[in-house]
């Protein structure tokens, strides 16, 4: 008997089944390295396979002894074979019948055993129960009906009805027995990684589409935000808002994008919107330091009180602005030290703006003798300080008179310098330098304070006096 003497129908079941046998075997020796590469792919979570199991379901009727009638043609896409599963771990393979088609025949075996384990009795042995005359042999535990074994399964294996109904018996005994931890975590995470295998395999098409959309978003949100920037470049002329600006363009193309990405995969809107409704609050509450930065960011962004590189007074900081963010201004110190001042602080304080204008005004304060001539003295010192460099010309420095003090005439000089500290600095002492080499040379006296002092005790102040006066007189023998 050769193997074209074969029934076709039977080739076509037996060559289903061995390579039902062999997706078996692959499953489980691959089943460790497919968990590492599917715990990086979204797929559906572990669903119970003994749910909704029916205890009461009465058990098919089987099939009658002799020639069963001829079934249809299968199509390209039936399945000839489908898994009995106990606890999600494939046990055997059951083939279809006429009327049933293997996968409805799984699934029926399937509830019967989910619903035996789903009870607290304690399930018995697996016993068989052969009916000669049907040439059918029924699988019972505590009484109930798992499945009927037919001639069709025996010609499908290869084996008696009598050999194929102990066979799955044993293997169905060896599976319900109560598993160790060890072999339940297994079982459960083959189980796991098999319908996460499945389902990653229907989700592929709309997983390639939404990785290939995200691609998509990155770019176009790299062209869009250069193109925000050219164009910030061209109209605004300050880096701060040229920073914003492309910020914005970038996070914008990349929520319009994550939004079509997720309607790719099937994500409903209506739900969404309804969680983050719900959850709104909680997350103003929660990060509402962080997003009052943010949003103090975009304001000091869009209001530009200060830009990079200004000389500025924030609070109980000065320095010069390093770097403005969404989240945090960075300053550095005139002392070399960095200080990141969150945004929301920086919109609540007062900022003074040292180089918002060029020049800047600086004043010193001198004092000359009450005999000297103030007008002499003015003239002395305009002609002092015109002469020091970076002393801007105009507007002209000015002289007033500040104080008439107890010992001194006060009197307050102001100048334009450069705006920046550095060169305000060295302008100011420079100025200061000037004025008091130009009052010595022209015999303008600058008198320190005077202090008058009150004695209570007269031997006291006899002393001092007599001290003061062998002080003032000069002294006959002078050493050599």
Known sequence: MSWSDLDPKLLRRFNQREVSIFQRIWRSRAGGILLVVILLLPGAGLQAQEEEASPAEPAPAPALPGPAPAAPEPTEDAVFFADVLVRGQPVFQIGSLPGLSASDRAAIINRRIGGLLSQAQELGAVTVQVDEDRQIALLTVNNRVLMT???????????????????????????????????????????????????????????????????????????????????????EGDRSTEILIGRLCYGGVWVIGSIVALGVLGLNFTTLLGTLGLTSVAIGFSLKDVLSNYISGVILLAAR????????????????????????????????????????????????????????????????????????????????????????????????????????????????????????????????????????????????????????????????????????????????
């Open 305 to 480: 009180p200060f830009r990079i590189s200004d000389q500025v007074v924030i609070g109980s900081y000065e320095g010069t602005v390093v770097q403005i963010q969404l989240r945090a201004t960075t300053m550095r110190t005139y002392d070399g030290r960095l200080v990141y001042i969150p945004n929301q602080k920086v919109f609540q304080s007062s900022i003074v703006n040292n180089t918002e204008s060029p020049v800047r005004r600086s004043d010193v304060i001198v004092g000359i003798d009450y005999e000297d001539n103030i007008t002499a003295a003015r003239q002395v010192i305009t002609e002092a300080v015109t002469q020091v460099e970076g002393v801007e010309k105009d507007p002209p420095p000015l002289i007033l008179v500040h104080e008439l003090a107890a010992s001194t005439v006060n009197l307050e000089v102001l100048f334009w310098v450069n705006s920046r500290r550095q060169s305000f600095l060295q302008v100011t002492s420079a100025a200061s330098q000037a004025i008091k080499e130009a009052l010595q040379a022209a015999g303008i006296d600058m008198p320190t304070e005077i202090y008058t002092l009150t004695f209570r005790d007269r031997k006291i102040a006899d002393l001092a006096i007599a001290n003061a006066e062998a002080i003032a007189e000069p002294s006959e023998t002078r050493p050599e």
């Open 149 to 235: 074994v037919t001639q069709q399964d025996a010609t499908d294996f290869g084996l008696t009805v009598e050999e194929l109904a102990q066979q799955w018996a044993d293997q169905l005994n060896q599976v319900l027995a109560q598993p160790n931890l060890a072999i339940d975590v297994l079982q459960r995470l083959d189980g796991t990684a098999r319908q996460l295998v499945d389902d990653t395999i229907v989700l592929l098409p709309s997983l390639m589409g939404a990785i290939v959309l995200v691609g998509l978003t990155w770019i176009v949100a790299l062209g869009v935000r250069r193109v925000g920037l050219l164009w910030a470049e061209q109209t």
